[in-house]
């Protein structure tokens, strides 16, 4: 999903990457966050003439994670870097519930202020959006590029789970057209087999 508002001079992009929004609560919390910090900074856009790009990317495949360069969950990159200064991560047991893998998962954790948040704190992500207005007036603002030669076990464990646990609803074949992949969690889900309902959507 993407989402501009136009018409302006200068640009500040943002990305906001996850693995889940239908179960984990801090992806859930984080997308919350990243649209109250947008409202807060809004005023400070429309009077820097900026146009803000926002794009929403759901992580589902390890293919994926390696192309973009997605290392942890969720990831908030403004023009490109990512606004966590540092990768910290722990145990998410809402993600480990959504792939079967029994708390096994660890999602980000991010640190502003000198303490640690398990959603992105709005006034961390304000900052980010702020230097990057800011930064445009001393020189352009340019993504860094991403390079990650491997996907963290972490998140491999993640995907294999998650497809294993949707194989057990839905055929490959069936799997590539029965609904959307942020939708999954809720058409697939254990409940449905249970009552011997297969996939919700078909």
Do not use: H
């Not at 939708?183 to 959507?201: D, V």
């Amino acid at each position: 999903m993407t989402t501009a508002i136009k018409n302006k001079t200068n640009k500040v992009e943002i990305d906001f990457m996850y693995i889940d929004l239908e179960t984990c609560t801090r992806c859930k919390g984080t997308d919350a966050n990243l649209s109250i910090a947008l409202d807060s900074a809004a005023k400070v856009l429309e009077a820097s003439d900026v146009e803000v790009t926002i794009r929403k990317t759901l992580v589902d495949t390890e293919q994926k994670a390696l192309e973009l360069g997605f290392v942890s969950s969720p990831t908030i990159r403004v023009n490109g870097s990512d606004i966590a200064l540092e990768l910290r991560e722990s145990s998410c047991a809402t993600c480990g519930e959504a792939c079967g893998c029994d708390g096994e998962i660890d999602c980000r954790v991010w640190v502003y202020q000198g303490q640690e948040y398990t959603t992105a704190p709005v006034g961390m992500i304000v900052d980010a959006i702020l230097f990057a207005v800011y930064s445009q007036r001393e020189t352009a603002a340019k993504p860094q590029a991403q390079t990650v030669k491997a996907v963290p076990e972490n998140l491999k464990l993640f995907f294999a789970s998650k497809a294993a646990k949707l194989q057990s609803c839905c055929s490959t074949e069936k799997q590539a057209v029965c609904c959307d992949a942020s939708e999954k969690e809720t058409c697939c889900s254990a409940a449905n087999q249970s009552q011997g309902r297969g996939c919700g959507c078909q």
